[in-house]
């Protein structure tokens, strides 16, 4: 990717697969000082390890290191609630509720918020909502 295409707040993945291989990164700050090569380089990326390796971790690279490591943006997944989930591992949903994917402890979880509500690949997930159309109309 182009160093310019980098952006706080986004994920992106490292275009490997498998679950050895495969990487993701949200970037959290830019310009972050950084003495990476031992010269004070000042266009660190600072990024929280979402998946792979040291997920949970944060660290610093270069922009342009970080650019050459990421082979694309991670899309938003989103889910609509169609049938209560009243209790779920730290929160639960109601209907309409709009949920979010992340990696939590290592799954891909459904959120609301920041809290955990059901694995996507549950029978609460499959019982209880519906993926969110991407489509543009």
Not at 86 to 98: K, L, M, N, S
């Amino acid at each position: 990717m182009s160093p310019n295409e980098i952006e706080v707040g986004k994920t992106y993945h490292n275009g490997k697969s498998g679950a050895r291989s495969y990487s993701e990164r949200k970037v959290l700050e830019m310009n972050v000082r950084t003495n990476w090569d031992g010269g004070g380089i000042t266009d660190g990326v600072q990024y929280l390890q979402i998946a792979g390796r040291y997920a949970g971790t944060e660290s610093v690279l270069p922009l342009h290191s970080f650019a050459r490591w990421a082979r694309g943006e991670v899309p938003k997944e989103e889910y609509r609630v169609i049938k209560d989930i009243p209790e779920g591992w730290e929160t639960g949903a109601q209907v309409g509720d709009i949920l979010t994917v992340a990696h939590w402890h290592g799954d891909k979880t459904l959120m609301k918020g920041d809290k955990a509500v059901c694995d996507i690949d549950s029978e609460c997930a499959r019982e209880h909502c519906e993926p969110v159309s991407q489509e543009k109309g």
